[in-house]
């Protein structure tokens, strides 16, 4: 099979706990690049904050806010913000509920508070920086969400204010408490469909590797779907491969197994 296209997630698939990467992790992007592969990095987070992962990596195209935004060589080829009546639906379920959100425009990541240590730890565990308070002047603007402070797992339902939501729980050591709010209809998997058609790449020569449950459509998606050995026990049914953990080389391991490294 000759693969064209490669996707990946961030957070415990490129960086490790400690947020750094591996070197077998660079070796293999860059291997594949030489091959004339595009690579995609395709996170939950929004893009101005991986700026430097992206420059160290040598990557120039994403997807990012969980699928809301795509961007190839700098050109946008998908931009979806959220539906205005559901942001303020969400930001008063949370006030109702004591929980914390932080919203995320394609400028800065906009927070409930600022002040709250589960924002402070999560901040600190993602490495945000572009932060500032909430205002309703960028409610149009919203591309993803994530909740923080929800303690009982049953209260993520919250949000689920019509078939199009889903929760998913943020896949970190140190974010138990904090849940993506996904669409249905605007995922990782739809960004991916979206670029292969931009691209005329058919999904049996795409690869994606992933961790969370914010993975699953875009593993579905591609023709090669690895999950990360670290991934969420339900991510694997989603997954055509499993490889070695983050820890482990698993991107490397997995593009070996494929028989696109060495």
């Known amino acids: 099979m000759t693969y064209k296209i490669l996707f990946l997630d961030i957070d415990g698939t490129i960086l490790k706990p400690d947020h750094t990467y591996s070197e077998s992790t660079k070796d293999a992007i860059l291997q594949l690049k030489k ?3 595009e690579v995609f990095i395709a996170t939950g987070r929004p893009l ?3 700026n430097e992962l992206a420059h160290e990596l040598q990557i120039d195209s994403f997807i990012g806010y969980n699928g809301a935004f795509a961007v190839y060589k700098n050109k946008t080829i998908l931009e979806e913000p959220m539906e205005t009546s559901h942001v303020k639906s969400f930001l008063d379920i ?7 959100m932080v919203l995320y425009t394609s400028e800065k990541n906009y927070f409930t508070t600022l002040d709250h240590p589960l924002v402070q730890n999560f901040n600190k565990l993602f490495d945000l920086t572009q932060n500032a308070l909430f205002t309703d002047t960028v409610i149009n603007e919203i591309l993803g969400i994530t909740v923080m402070n929800v303690t009982v797992s049953s209260q993520a339902s919250l949000y689920e204010l019509d078939e199009n939501i889903r929760l998913s ?21 739809v960004a ?15 690869i994606a590797f992933g961790d ?9 998606s591609v023709g090669e779907g690895f999950a990360m050995g670290n991934a969420h026990p339900d991510l694997f049914q989603y997954a055509k491969h499993i490889t070695s953990s983050v820890t482990d080389s698993g991107i490397f391991n997995g593009l070996k197994k494929l028989g696109l490294v060495q």
């Not at 469909?193 to 691209?199: A, D, G, N, Q, T």
């Not at 969370?212 to 579905?220: P, S």
């Open 48 to 50: 101005h904050e991986i």
């Open 169 to 189: 729980q943020v896949h970190a050591e140190g974010a138990e408490h904090a849940y993506d709010i996904i669409r249905t209809n605007m995922n990782k998997g």
């Open 35 to 37: 091959k004339g592969i």
């Open 94 to 100: 949370a006030k109702q509920n004591d929980h914390e």
């Open 192 to 206: 991916v469909k979206r670029v292969l058609e931009y691209l005329h790449i058919p999904k049996e020569q795409s």
């Open 212 to 220: 969370g449950m914010n993975d699953k459509e875009m593993l579905q």
